[in-house]
């Protein structure tokens, strides 16, 4: 297996084109048999790595996952943190915001969630859907009651990548490293797993009148990742596209992408002073009698 996972990453400063991005590559495993034994190393070695991350606590990860419906977000994260320790990983999901949470700035829900040092956060959807729903859906700033409605629309956008811009640029220099998803997922396919989910009576929970129409705005939602990954991919806290048809393959993909990103806080173990050395020398000896 040979996943380059910067074949996925969107550079700063690129100008993205969906339709130029594949949502299936050829399988980076042979067999079923070859997937399941890829991604067990790659979960065991999440295992230790997290382990790690815990240890010399002078890092924390937030994993943001952002997918149009179906596209496999709980799945990718069920199965690639499987083997995580759950003391040492907290996942959230976001959907329509409270009456409380829209007193507040548009990434307050999300900023208290942010992943201590130490540990791995993962948010299923994001403060990015205040530039994905709500652009496509611009009538729900209502509920927000800004002070200064947006009357230049590029420009109320333009500002609103700038504040998560800002926000991820203090996070990484204090020491959060942020890594973005986009499972990329073709029209056809959500077609075909919405027909599953009508079809099989154990998948009907997870069926929505709501998705068919959110399915109707398919090429305005688009648009608005185009835009957004465009805009808000930085060499810090980058975005990947990830082809998700195939949902074997985008797990080994997203996995890869983490496990890298993992490897390159260079972390290690804390060293163990030599007046440290001689107490538990001490202890050993009194413990051994």
């Not at 548009?106 to 130490?118: L, V």
Request: aromatic share 10%; hydrophobic share 35%; glycine share 4%.
């Amino acid at each position: 297996m040979n996943i380059d996972t910067k074949d996925f990453r969107v550079d700063e400063g690129d100008s993205v084109d969906l339709e130029k991005w594949p949502t299936k590559i050829d399988p980076v495993y042979k067999s079923k048999h070859q997937y399941k034994t890829l991604l067990e190393d790659h979960v065991a070695e999440l295992s230790e790595r997290q382990e790690l991350l815990y240890a010399s606590n002078r890092h924390a990860i937030l994993l943001i996952f952002q997918a149009m419906d179906a596209a496999g977000k709980d799945g990718v994260i069920r199965h690639v943190m499987s083997g995580v320790n759950p003391q040492g990983c907290q996942v959230f999901s976001y959907k329509h915001p409270s009456a409380a949470e829209l007193q507040h700035d548009f990434m307050w829900r999300t900023t208290r969630d942010m992943p201590e040092r130490g540990k791995i956060g993962i948010f299923n959807r994001s403060y990015y859907e205040e530039v994905l729903i709500i652009r496509v859906h611009p009538e729900l700033l209502v509920s927000e009651a800004l002070a200064d409605p947006p009357v230049d629309d590029e420009t109320f956008w333009h500002q609103r990548y700038r504040s998560i811009k800002n926000f991820e640029r203090h996070m990484h220099a204090n020491g959060t490293h942020i890594v973005k998803f986009f499972l990329h997922l073709s029209k056809d396919e959500q077609r075909k797993r919405f027909l599953d989910r009508i079809d099989d009576p154990d998948k009907n929970w997870k069926f929505s009148t709501a998705d068919i129409k959110e399915r109707g705005f398919w090429k305005d939602y688009q648009k608005a990742y185009e835009q957004c990954l465009s805009a808000t991919s930085t060499s810090n806290s980058p975005w990947y596209v990830v082809p998700a048809d195939d949902k074997e393959n985008a797990r080994l993909i997203v996995s890869k992408i983490v496990l890298d990103t993992f490897d390159g806080l260079k972390m290690s173990y804390p060293t163990v002073s030599a007046e440290r050395e001689a107490e538990l020398a001490a202890i050993r000896k009194q413990l051994a009698k």
